[in-house]
């Protein structure tokens, strides 16, 4: 079955970078939209970005616009989440998670309809 991982994280300075890693296993990568979210304490679960099925279409969180990229190696079977310019408010537990669509396009940063999820990777933006 669909399984994700996320890894990449740490602890960084503001204005700093961290590329996260969403690996993917169980099911053909090509018919998979992921996206990435992130909870920090006491907050509600925010869509970050996300990616179609091979890459044509992302779309990203108002808040993280010219900072972070979204990009899917099909050959490794893996999603990026590239993040730049790292903000305090960025701090939070990250997750990707996968949806299968057979519609090129599909993208949503909302979580309905995103079956599997990773386990999560802690983000902490301070100086």
């Known amino acids: 079955q669909l399984q994700l991982v996320e890894s990449g994280g740490g602890v960084v300075q503001p204005g700093g970078s961290l590329r996260l890693s969403c690996a993917a296993s169980?099911?053909?990568?090509?018919?998979?939209?992921i996206a990435w979210f992130r909870q920090a304490p006491g907050k509600e679960r925010e869509g970050v970005s996300c990616?179609?099925?091979?890459?044509?279409?992302?779309n990203y969180a108002d808040s993280v616009k010219g900072r972070f990229t979204i990009s899917r190696d099909s050959a490794k079977n893996t999603v990026y989440l590239q993040m730049n310019s790292l903000k305090p408010e960025d701090t939070a537990v990250y997750y990707c998670?996968?949806?299968?669509?057979?519609?090129?396009?599909?993208?949503?940063?909302?979580?309905?309809?995103?079956?599997?999820w990773g386990q999560g990777t802690q983000v902490s933006v301070s100086s």
């Open positions: 169980g099911f053909s990568f090509d018919y998979l939209v």
């Open positions: 990616i179609s099925r091979r890459g044509g279409n992302t």
């Open positions: 998670a996968a949806r299968i669509n057979f519609n090129e396009a599909a993208c949503a940063l909302s979580s309905s309809g995103y079956v599997t």
